[in-house]
């Protein structure tokens, strides 16, 4: 099922007089179950492209549509309801809340868009807990968990709505080899429940893991508006 399309969308900043390429136009097109795994330098417009595509960012121009969709004709309101419940995300460096506990955290998203009961949340959640090994972990809070053991928690709270895409922006940058392979198993795992991952990284590791590569070279000419 075609999920993501995006059509000729390019990305530049303005800065003075200046004109920022930071992504050249690139037509693209998301199934459920692929493994989307986009390579390149540093600068070469791999998160452009994937804030771009979760409409995190608008293109300058080009169209992207979600499920035959236009991000551009929706209202914020239906943006923001799809990130929360069609799109889960994973950064580099996981963002919890330190005063909540890893239960909370995980149960996040259904503080916003369709109410659900507070037992179906609570059940979801531990079981997903579970899911990425931290069932015994969900009393504690963020700050007594490694960097690996964050980035479930993370996953999992990526999870909790059950996405149709997952976005991951080099989400295994600071981890070390064995905490980096379970986040890209439980990466590949989800492309088998017809979700679809788009992932980031400078590793070769993922590259095994993707059913599709998109390598993006640097842009390296500045634009200038006069
Ligand atoms: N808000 C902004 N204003 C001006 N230029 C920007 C902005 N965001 C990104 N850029 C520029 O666009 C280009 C692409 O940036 P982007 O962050 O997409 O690169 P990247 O491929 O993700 O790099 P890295 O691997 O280092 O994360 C870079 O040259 C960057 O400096
Ligand atoms: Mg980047």
Do not use: W
Not at 4 to 18: H, L, N, V
Not at 205 to 210: L, T
Request: hydrophobic residues 40%; aromatic residues 8%.
């Amino acid at each position: 099922m075609l999920l993501i399309e995006a059509e000729q969308i390019c990305r530049f900043f303005i800065a003075g007089k200046s004109s920022i390429p930071a992504l050249s136009p690139i037509s693209l097109k998301v199934y459920s179950g692929e493994f989307l795994v986009v390579t390149g330098p540093s600068g070469a417009g791999k998160s452009t492209l994937l804030n771009l595509l979760s409409c995190l960012d608008r293109p300058s121009s080009g169209e992207v549509r979600f499920q035959g969709q236009s991000f551009s004709n929706m209202t914020e309101q239906k943006i923001a309801l799809l990130r929360n419940s069609s799109f889960g995300f994973i950064f580099q460096t996981p963002h919890l809340l330190m005063d909540k506990t890893v239960l909370e955290n995980v149960a996040l998203p259904f503080h916003y868009g369709l109410p659900v009961s507070r037992a179906v949340v609570q059940e979801r959640c531990r079981v997903l807990l579970e899911y990425v090994g931290l069932a015994e972990m969900e009393s504690r809070y963020p700050n007594t968990l490694s960097g690996g053991e964050m980035q479930r928690v993370v996953f999992a709270r990526a999870l909790c709505r059950e996405p149709d895409v997952i976005f991951a922006d080099e989400p295994t940058g600071s981890l070390d080899t064995e905490n980096s392979r379970k986040i890209l198993t439980l990466l590949k795992d989800q492309t088998t429940q017809a979700r679809a991952v788009i992932m980031v990284t400078h590793d070769q590791e993922p590259v095994d893991f993707a059913t599709r590569i998109l390598q993006l070279d640097k842009i390296t000419t500045d634009t200038s508006l006069v």
